[in-house]
């Protein structure tokens, strides 16, 4: 059953988990920090917009990434433009879209994190002279560590298993786009269990350790009183 199956959708899969969730950090700890301080009324606005995809079907977020990523859309046609490549039925816009479907797993961690710290650490190295950013790396990052690691876990794991999202925006293209979780569906389709079980078992095993890892992150580390 081993010999048999194709390690590519596995490599693909760690790939796109590896680089959404990096690319994720980056754009979502300032989300992330902008919601935890924000006096501005339009935070639940921004709130429900970066939640909307735990509610959202995948097929119709699905759908409408497909039209905005397509050759003629504004983005699809720069993009081509760019790189004189497609974004839909890509790595680059599985890269894209699974951003956005785990954009909440990444981003409302963080915020609880950020929030936890509170004001007061920053105010006290603001009163030590240390500029806004020097406050944010030493002060703010570490002690909101506990949603860092939870961020990170979540969003990759849900990298690893997402479905209906990246059929609709790539497809089954061997080696492009047909990640672990097509690759079961395709197995089952054609009556292939053996391979269909290896990769569910996988991912089963996966997701409880996941679990399991956020479970003990949230008892290690302590939440910050600001």
Not at 2 to 11: F, K, N
Not at 89 to 112: E, K, N, R
């Amino acid at each position: 059953m081993t010999a048999a199956l194709d390690l590519a959708p596995i490599w693909l899969t760690l790939r796109l988990a590896a680089t959404s969730t990096l690319l994720l950090m980056i754009l979502g700890t300032p989300l992330a920090w902008w919601l935890a301080h924000t006096p501005s009324r339009m935070k639940s606005l921004v709130e429900a917009v970066t939640a909307l995809p735990l509610v959202l079907p995948p097929t119709v977020l699905g759908f409408y990434l497909l039209i905005l990523l397509s050759p003629d859309s504004t983005i699809g046609g720069a993009w081509i433009s760019l790189t004189g490549d497609n974004l839909t039925f890509s790595f680059s816009g599985l890269v894209i879209a699974t951003m956005i479907y785990s954009l909440p797993f990444a981003v409302q961690p963080l915020q609880a994190g950020f929030e936890a710290v509170g004001r007061a650490p920053l105010e006290a190295a603001a009163s030590l002279r240390a500029a806004p950013w020097d406050a944010f790396l030493t002060v703010a990052s570490p002690l909101a560590l506990r949603g860092y690691l939870t961020a990170l876990v979540l969003s990759f794991a849900h990298a690893i298993g997402e479905f209906g999202v990246v059929l609709m925006v790539g497809g089954n293209i061997p080696g492009r786009t047909k990640v672990i979780s097509i690759a079961i569906y395709e197995h089952v389709e054609t009556l292939e269990y053996a391979q269909a079980h290896a990769l569910s078992a996988l991912l089963l095993v996966f997701s409880f350790v996941v679990l399991a890892l956020v479970y003990s992150i949230n008892r290690r580390f302590p939440v910050a009183a600001g």
